[in-house]
């Protein structure tokens, strides 16, 4: 494959060889300017559809990310909206999508296959607006067969230190799954009062920053360590549009046992801890 090849090819994105063994090799890879301001606007009227908290019945799918599941909508943080494609159907298929798509095929296999999607958006002027240091894969159920991942995420807005860019820590997807416990609740079990399970940073660990243009994209895999700061900035957003690709194989699997990534999945959480050694 020639140069000329690479990059953004109409609805697909051609991952280099470079990029895929950096996929492999830090558990993650950035990926500069593969949709257009113009594509972007055209997502940005079903993100802030979302976001603004005008989609009715979506229970705890619509919380925030960075706090408990009673905070009033007034007081969110990280503004999350879980599955937008299952609440409003015509937002399948859009051109960031099918690029993610792309993507993916190229970096976990030609089945790769959605798992779910995510609108988030860190307000302004929140510092608590953080992402606790966590793995994907910590947030499953036990039995998964195939965990390998593709999690595709595309700024909306410029992300910088000062709004709360992603951060990673590069190669501990090879170290294995830590334990994972959640952030609000009164015990290790406890994922009543909120979505969202941390781990600790050890001593010589060292993350590094990922910051993004619009319309840039970041992949990683479920076990890199990863998380992002609040954002201190006085006026601007940190909006973040997520596709995660699974094999078709595992999809099937989480769908068999009634998981869909919904915080609103009566799946035993103490699974995904049961995972964990609790």
């Known amino acids: 494959m020639n140069d000329e090849q690479l990059g953004r090819c ?70 999350n909206a879980m599955l937008p494609r299952k609440y409003k159907p015509d937002v399948a298929n859009n051109i960031y999508e099918k690029l993610s798509a792309s993507i993916s095929r190229q970096l976990i296999g030609d089945d790769a296959t959605l798992d779910y999607d995510q609108f988030l958006a860190k307000r302004p002027n929140r510092p608590d607006a953080k992402f606790t240091l966590h793995q994907d894969l910590g947030y499953w159920p036990t039995g998964t067969p195939d965990t390998i991942t593709a999690t595709c995420s595309l700024a909306v807005d410029d992300a910088n230190s000062e709004n709360g860019c992603l951060y990673v820590i590069p190669g501990s997807h090879k170290k294995g799954l830590r334990v994972h416990k959640p952030v609000h609740g009164k015990s290790s079990a406890d994922r009543d009062s909120s979505h969202i399970l941390g781990v600790e940073l050890l001593d010589g660990e060292a993350l590094i920053e990922l910051p993004l243009n619009r319309g840039d ?39 068999q046992i009634g998981f869909t990534h919904s915080h609103n999945d009566k799946v035993n959480w103490g699974t995904h801890l049961g995972a964990l050694g609790k």
């Open 217 to 255: 994209i970041t992949v990683h895999n479920e076990l890199i360590l990863h998380g992002s700061g609040g954002n201190r900035s006085e006026s601007s957003w940190r909006r973040t549009y997520i596709t995660a690709f699974r094999s078709k194989a595992c999809v099937e699997y989480e769908r």
């Open 10 to 79: 109409g609805d697909d994105y051609i991952v280099s060889s470079e990029e895929k063994l950096a996929y492999e090799k830090n558990g993650y890879i950035t990926l500069r300017n593969v949709l257009t301001d113009a594509e972007i606007e055209g997502i940005e009227r079903d993100f802030e559809y979302f976001i603004t908290g005008k989609v009715p019945g979506m229970g705890r799918d619509f919380c925030d990310m960075s706090g408990p599941y009673d905070r009033k909508f007034e007081d969110f943080a990280l503004v």
